[in-house]
């Protein structure tokens, strides 16, 4: 039981040397901050990430061309159907037909990717990655138009394109006056822009950037892309179907196809579950990062209590002379430690969270309090106060009376 004269003489003591007082709440503040800050921005990178990826929908399924490898559960065929020789390409008339063909997939919108130059006037534009889509693409990966419309089943084979909003701002920067209209050559072939994408934030479950993408219909994609190939399908599953009943579907249709043909499939919970285990380990290390500046501000709170001890001897003398147990100085000494460490754990409580609100708010994170930081500030201040505050109250304890009342 701490009786209250222990505090009051553990905070006269502390106040008579402000100045180291002061010295060791910094570290402690430092530390504990840096920790709280570190496990809270990490935290609230996990959730900014997981809520990227939650905007398009647990009910997605992304269904990629398996490259061979063994069978389905074996490396390299993980999720697949199909065996270990070299894997057909998968129709675009077989794709669409899985709607048709598979009750638990309501839409799909394969895509294929393209290469090589893009300019606008002459002048190459940078950062912008052209993409065979369908009509349902649009929808199925929750983007929005800006401007114009976006590509229709009509437009096959056409030369028509929707542009991304990083395009736009390039093809602005290039002296496009009206955007709508203006023509991009990607390789040989030259594109009309009909459509503008909104912006989208980065991240989430899309394989691909939408700000930077040039889309055009995926016939017009299969005919003028070199090498062109589907190989990613993102699929929309059926209201109450489980992602788990409308994989195996694909498999079965998939497998029923012959002719080599396989598929991987990942749903999104084992995406989130993927995503999770990797932000638990970014978070553990930042913290451990930050506790090397806590061990900084221990050492400090040790070398107060240690200087307090040291001008102290003679007082310590005293009150064993008068019948103080060792205990009783041990404990006395402790008390120091711990208050010492608790006022500082409180201000970097507050110095932690508010650095990780500056960071969020100017990385446009959605702020979020974590209470485990919050109590990890709490305990983590008290345990510094008594693992670095044991050795001085030790020390002192341990003090000859005779020897301490010989000190001047």
């Excluded at 993102?234 to 409308?246: D, E, H, K, L, M």
């Amino acid at each position: 039981m701490i009786h209250p004269s222990h505090l009051k003489e553990a905070a006269r003591s502390l106040l008579a040397s402000k100045q180291r007082t002061v010295l060791a709440l910094i570290g402690i503040v430092i530390g504990i901050g840096s920790v709280i800050a570190m496990v809270s921005v990490g935290r609230i990178v996990q959730e900014e990430s997981l809520r990227q990826f939650k905007e398009m929908g647990t009910d997605i399924l992304t269904i990629e061309k398996e490259f061979g490898g063994g069978p389905p559960g074996m490396p390299g065929g993980s999720g697949a159907a199909g065996g270990t020789a070299a894997k057909a390409a998968l129709r675009l008339d077989t794709i669409l037909a899985i709607p048709s063909r598979c009750p638990g997939i309501v839409a799909v919108a394969p895509s294929v990717r393209g290469s090589g130059d893009i300019s606008f006037t002459g002048n190459k534009l940078e950062r912008c990655s052209p993409m065979g889509v369908t009509a349902s693409f649009l929808n199925i990966n929750k983007l929005a138009m800006r401007e114009g419309r976006f590509l229709s089943d009509l437009d096959e084979q056409s030369r028509y394109c929707v542009i991304g909003s990083q395009v736009a701002a390039e093809l602005q920067k290039q002296g496009a006056g009206r955007l709508l209209g203006s023509k991009i050559r990607i390789g040989d072939n030259l594109f009309t822009v009909i459509g503008i994408t909104s912006e989208v934030p980065q991240g989430g479950m899309r394989r691909f950037e939408p700000n930077e993408m040039i889309y055009v219909h995926i016939t017009t994609g299969l005919r003028v892309f070199a090498n062109a190939e589907i190989q990613s399908i993102t699929a929309r599953v059926s209201p109450g179907i489980t992602n788990n009943a409308a994989r195996d579907q694909v498999l079965a249709y998939v497998a029923s196809l012959g002719k080599g043909q396989a598929v991987r499939i990942t749903s999104p919970e084992e995406i989130i579950a993927q995503m999770e285990k990797q932000m638990q380990m970014f978070t553990l290390l930042l913290g451990a990062i930050g506790s090397i500046s806590l061990i900084v501000g221990g050492v400090g709170v040790m070398n107060v209590m240690l200087v307090s001890v040291t001008e102290r001897r003679r007082e310590i003398g005293i009150r064993r002379a008068l019948g103080a147990k060792r205990g009783d100085i041990r404990g006395q000494f402790l008390i120091e430690s711990v208050i010492l460490s608790l006022i500082g754990g409180l201000f970097g409580i507050i110095f932690g969270i508010g650095a990780s609100w500056l960071i969020a708010h100017f990385a446009k994170w959605q702020f979020a309090l974590s209470f485990s930081a919050i109590l990890l500030g709490v305990g983590v201040s008290n345990a510094v106060g008594i693992f670095f505050g044991y050795y001085p109250a030790r020390q002192a304890s341990l003090l000859d009376p005779i020897v301490a009342l010989k000190s001047d």
